[in-house]
């Protein structure tokens, strides 16, 4: 197994502002993986999704680990929502490193994204709704690639930070 950190959770549970505040504190290089494709493809989310759809999207994802399990070691590797509910995904999350999951609650994910454009899965008529049905689908999933779970809907990025490193042990 290598030596990353490596973040998952739902969409607006905080992976990607925890991981550049972590990457700062530990010195250590942060990918996040939308921006890594969105790089590669020279695209945003939005419009992979409407060009190519989801399914591609994921195909991305996936072939982005395998990219990443062959890069250098040590990073802060903060994770798309749904990258890990591909089954493919489990077994390349365990290889890149140890996962930490941010837990939040759909409410806490509805109120930081309710004006955000930039989720297709969320441009829905009730996007509260469509996080419940997401979350309930992908929260065991979460759970099963968990090495360490953070309770962060009512922690701010400092404390998730904290609980991290005071889990440096099990890291
Ligand atoms: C998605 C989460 C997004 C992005 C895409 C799909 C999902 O990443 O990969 O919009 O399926 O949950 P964030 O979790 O970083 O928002």
Same mark, same amino acid.
């Given at each position: ?27 250590? +290089?942060?990918?996040?993986? @939308? ?13 992979? %999704?409407?060009?190519?759809? =989801? @399914? ?8 982005? #680990? ?6 250098? @070691? ?13 089954? =493919? ?6 290889? #890149?490193?140890?996962?930490?999951? #941010?837990?939040? +609650?759909?409410? +806490? ?6 004006? @955000? ?39 701010? %990025?400092? =404390? ?12």
């Amino acid at each position: 197994m290598k030596d990353n950190i490596i973040l998952i959770g739902f969409m607006g549970c905080g992976k990607t502002s925890v991981g550049i505040r972590l990457s700062y504190r530990m010195k250590r +290089t942060m990918v996040d993986t @939308d921006k890594w494709i969105e790089k590669k493809q020279k695209m945003t989310i939005t419009d992979i %999704f409407d060009t190519y759809g =989801e @399914d591609t999207f994921r195909r991305m994802e996936t072939e982005c #680990l395998k990219e990443l399990i062959q890069a250098a @070691d040590g990073q802060i590797i903060s994770v798309g929502g749904g990258l890990p509910v591909r089954e =493919e995904n489990h077994r390349l999350l365990r290889k #890149l490193g140890r996962v930490i999951y #941010l837990k939040v +609650t759909p409410e +806490t994910v509805y109120l930081r994204l309710k004006d @955000d454009i930039s989720r297709p899965l969320l441009q829905v008529e009730d996007p509260l709704k469509q996080i419940c049905v997401l979350m309930q689908k992908r929260a065991p999933v979460y759970e099963a690639c968990a090495d360490v779970i953070i309770e962060a809907s009512e922690l701010s %990025f400092e =404390e998730i930070i904290s609980q991290i490193l005071a889990a440096g042990d099990v890291l």
